[in-house]
């Protein structure tokens, strides 16, 4: 069938098979052109099928020819309704995987789940033995506690206060102003157990139990800052505790993994546009700030090229492992610039519906936005009839 964006809200309810593989060819040719990295050779990556998942389970098997396993919760195709794009970008990973002789299967569902836990471990178990990378790289509104089964919902909501600011409606550029009610009842609890660290250690120990980690294992998870700006409804706010809990579980894990030698870290990542990020308000008007200036300065970075730098800069890098003096490693560097930073600043107050396409990059934040559905990709021709049926080859 013929397949075009259809929008609603801030989300996309259609994507494109052939830009989706496009999208995983350009990152893997990206990978392939900056060498290869003496990196794991055996990964598990929860959360594989987009975002900076995606780029990691990239980076390992185009950078360090690693075997990958990836979970992820998508949506498969069915007659005449698209997949979901991760199920897309799978299909794609395995093809050139495969195609480079690489071992890839993938496991799709809850990975909050017991069952996804124990389909996984038997999956390590019979086909690689241990694995010595786990990127941890889930995103998610929702989770079902394995234990108790409560299903608990995370929100993005300041704490303590009302938050006003602008925003902008990417779609159609209207610069806005907006308040945020503050979180009540069990919305910060509610956050950090959905987007806490309690699932990734579940998943360490689960492992180390049958003894899948290797000697010497690493384990990554990704988190966010930002600057003052977003603070009242990010950092300092209910999805800020999350990953408040999340770094400081990175703590607990590595202590657990000392008798094998093994490392746990947060890697706090840069800005950008996907489908989680999108829907927070404020956060948009400040990418297409942040974009402009970092386009300009000739530092701006997408997911693959923020993974290979944390690979081959820090994870990997020969010098040890640079971190922060709360033991964070940081590739949002970049982003929190000072240059950078000030001018966002400067900008901020400035920013109105008739300006924010030339002193912002709303159109880079546009283009990103489709990208992550398959769409506007050069190399692809969207006029042609795709095949929305497709498979991810090797689906456990
Ligand atoms: P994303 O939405 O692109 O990827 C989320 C992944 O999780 C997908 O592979 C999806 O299939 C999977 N997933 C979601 N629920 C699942 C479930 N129940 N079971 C199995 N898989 C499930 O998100 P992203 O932006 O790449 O975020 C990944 C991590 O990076 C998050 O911790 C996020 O906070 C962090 N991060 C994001 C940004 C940003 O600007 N986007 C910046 C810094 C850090
Ligand atoms: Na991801």
Known sequence: ??????????????????????????????????????????????????????????????????????VFFEKPAAEGKTASPGWYNSAAFEKEAHKAGLYAKSINGDAFSKEVKQQTLELIKKDLGQVDLVVYSLA??????????????????PIGGVY???????????????????????????????????????????????NLLAEGAMTVAYSYIGPSLTEAVYRKG??????????????????????????????????????????????????????????????????????QRLYSERLYNNDGIATDDKGRIRVDDWEMREDVQELVAKLWPEATTENLSEIGDLAGYRHDFYNLFGFEFD??????EANELVNVPSIV
């Open 1 to 70: 069938m013929i397949i075009e964006p259809r929008m609603r809200g801030f989300i996309c309810l259609t994507s494109h098979p052939d830009g989706c593989e496009q999208n995983v060819k350009n990152q893997i040719e990206y990978i392939k052109s900056k060498g290869t990295i003496a990196g794991a050779k055996k990964v598990l990556v929860i959360g594989a099928s987009t975002g900076f998942g995606l780029a990691s389970r990239i980076t390992s098997a185009f950078g360090s020819n690693a075997a990958t396993i990836g």
């Open 140 to 157: 998610s509104p929702v989770r079902q506690h394995p234990e108790t089964g409560v299903l608990h919902r995370s929100t993005l909501k």
């Open 164 to 210: 006003s600011n602008k925003t902008v409606d990417f779609h159609s550029g209207k610069v806005s102003e907006i308040s945020i009610q503050p979180c009540e009842g069990d919305d910060i609890e509610n956050t950090v157990a959905v987007m806490g660290g309690e699932d990734w250690s579940m998943w360490i120990e689960a492992l180390k139990a049958e």
């Open 238 to 307: 209910t999805i800020g505790r999350a990953k408040d809990h999340l770094e400081a579980t990175a703590f607990t894990i590595a202590d657990s993994l000392k008798d094998i030698n093994g490392k746990a870290f947060v890697s706090v990542n840069k800005a950008l546009v996907t489908q989680a990020s999108s829907a927070i308000p404020v956060i948009p008007l400040y990418i297409s700030l942040l974009y402009k200036i970092m386009k300009e300065k000739g530092i701006h970075e997408g997911c693959i090229e923020q993974i």
């Open 379 to 384: 190399g692809v021709d969207y006029k042609a």
